[in-house]
C-alpha cells in the first residue's frame, strides 16, 4: 500500500467475519450484564438513594418515562455498550468470545459518531417503546442471521462488521 509521501506499508490482514453462534453467545452475554447494570442502576441509585428510600421500605415502582429513569437508561447503555467500543472495539460479551467490532473501511477504531448510531439501532426500539421494542429485536436478530455476510442492520448502518479474533498459538 503506498502512502501519499511515497513510503509503502503493509495492509493489514482482515480477520474472518464472525461467526452466527459467536456473535449471539456474545450477545446473550452482553444482555444478561447489561439487564443487570440496568437493573441496579434503575433500583439501586434511582429509586433508592436518589427516591429517598435508601432502605428499600417502599415498593419499588420503576417508571423509565420519568426523565430521570430514561436518562440513566441512556447512560447505562452508553457507559456499556459506545464506550467500550470506541475504546477497545468490543463490548464485555464481544471480548470474552473473542470477536472485535471494526469499521469496514481499513481504519483502526470505531468513531464515536458510528458506536453510537450503531447503540441507537440496537437499543432504540426497545427503550422508546418499552414491550413493543422486543419485536424490534426480533427483526434485528433476523436481519443478522439472513444476511449472506452476517451483518445486522445496526452494523450495515453505522458501517462496522464484527470479526472474531485470531486465537493465540493460532499464527
Known amino acids: 500500500m503506498r ?3 511515497g513510503q509503502v506499508s503493509e ?3 482482515i480477520p474472518a467475519a464472525a461467526s452466527i453462534r459467536a456473535r449471539l453467545g456474545a450477545r446473550l452475554i452482553d444482555a444478561v450484564t447489561l439487564t443487570w447494570a440496568l437493573g ?3 433500583v439501586e441509585l434511582d429509586q433508592r438513594l436518589l427516591g429517598g ?3 428499600g421500605r417502599q415498593p419499588l415502582q420503576v417508571d423509565v418515562t420519568q426523565g430521570r429513569s430514561l436518562l440513566f437508561v441512556v447512560l447505562t447503555i452508553a457507559a456499556y455498550e459506545v464506550i467500550p ?5 468490543a463490548t464485555l460479551g464481544k471480548a470474552l468470545v473473542g470477536l472485535q467490532l471494526r469499521t469496514v473501511e481499513p481504519s483502526a477504531r470505531i468513531p464515536w459518531s458510528r458506536a453510537t448510531a ?3 439501532v440496537l437499543y432504540g426500539g426497545p427503550v422508546a417503546f418499552g414491550a413493543y421494542g422486543g419485536a424490534f429485536l426480533l427483526v434485528l436478530v433476523v436481519s443478522v442471521v439472513l444476511p449472506a455476510s452476517g451483518r445486522g442492520a445496526h452494523d450495515r448502518l453505522a458501517g462496522t462488521t464484527v470479526v472474531a479474533l485470531p486465537r493465540e498459538g493460532s499464527e
Do not use: E, S
Not at 467500543?85 to 472495539?89: D, I, N, Q, Y
Open 118 to 120: 450503531r447503540a441507537l
Open 53 to 55: 428510600d435508601p432502605f
Open 11 to 13: 495492509a493489514l490482514p
Open 85 to 89: 467500543t470506541v475504546l477497545k472495539g
Open 3 to 5: 502512502h501519499r509521501f
Open 40 to 42: 441496579f442502576v434503575l
